[in-house]
């Protein structure tokens, strides 16, 4: 079963309007932590907000905030104000607490936006 | 900026060749990554190192060697390589253990290095 769920490979969203990312979940772990990153076309994945899921307040970024929603497995993006240079692939990815499966890292399959002007 | 430093940025090698690409942090994580991601594709995981011992090889061919000298140093060694090995190799680093500190569980990527296999 996939552990991460990204269903848009592609968004479109005009200068200056939020849009939000989708990402959904699957762990039977008490402990994990959900990430988004960032991959422009230069290659560099660059981390762009945490949920640790004993964290009781969503997550916020300046412009990036994590909407969390524990019960239905869910922890989408969610981007204000866009500008162009937000134009790239976005992972959403998780790692689960436990000792022997922390470092195993799992990244969904990415949604790639564009910001356009 | 990235606090994990990849060299090369970019390689182009025959398949008879032996070359390497390095990755050092200095952030005081334990645990270090091989990432290989091909173009449109999430990256997939080929190696951890937790506290400078392999912990995690995932299946990965033997003609790709991890190597972590210390707890900053992540070497991976290259030798007659196929041109389908060609992508993106992607460093990162973490605390290797749950810290139950938001910010503590992150994992940092370095830039990448290009690779191109001829």
Redesign the interface.
Same mark, same amino acid.
């Given at each position: 079963a996939q552990k991460i769920t990204q269903t848009q490979p592609g968004m479109f969203v005009q200068e200056k309007e939020a849009v939000t990312l989708d990402c959904t979940y699957d762990t039977s772990d008490q402990s994990y932590g959900l990430f988004w990153y960032k991959q422009p076309s230069s290659g560099e994945m660059i981390f762009l907000i945490y949920q640790g899921s004993y964290d009781e307040q969503n997550a916020t970024e300046g412009r990036y905030s994590l909407n969390f929603q524990k019960a239905r497995k869910s922890a989408n993006l969610v981007i204000s104000a866009s500008q162009l240079g937000d134009s790239a692939m976005y992972f959403c990815a998780m790692r689960e607490g436990l000792i022997y499966n922390f470092n195993k890292f799992y990244f969904g399959s990415g949604t790639k936006l564009n910001v356009k002007p | 900026d990235?606090e994990v430093t990849q060299t090369p940025k970019h390689l182009v090698m025959g398949m008879t060749n032996k070359k390497s690409l390095k990755c050092e942090q200095h952030m005081g994580h334990r @645990?270090m990554?091989w990432y290989k991601?091909k173009a449109?594709?999430?990256?997939e995981?080929m190696f951890?190192y937790?506290y400078e011992k392999l912990? %995690?090889n995932e299946s990965v061919p033997s003609r790709f060697s991890p190597e972590c000298p210390n707890s900053s140093l992540l070497n991976l060694h290259l030798h007659a390589l196929q041109p389908e090995d060609s992508a993106?190799y992607?460093c @990162?680093s973490?605390h290797?253990?749950?810290t139950?500190i938001?910010?503590g569980?992150? %994992?940092?990527? !370095?830039? !990448?290095s290009?690779l191109t296999v001829v």
């Open positions: - | 990235t @645990a990554y991601q449109k594709k999430p990256p995981l951890v937790s912990s %995690i993106l992607l @990162a973490s290797s253990r749950d139950k938001s910010s569980n992150t %994992i940092y990527f !370095g830039e !990448g290009w």
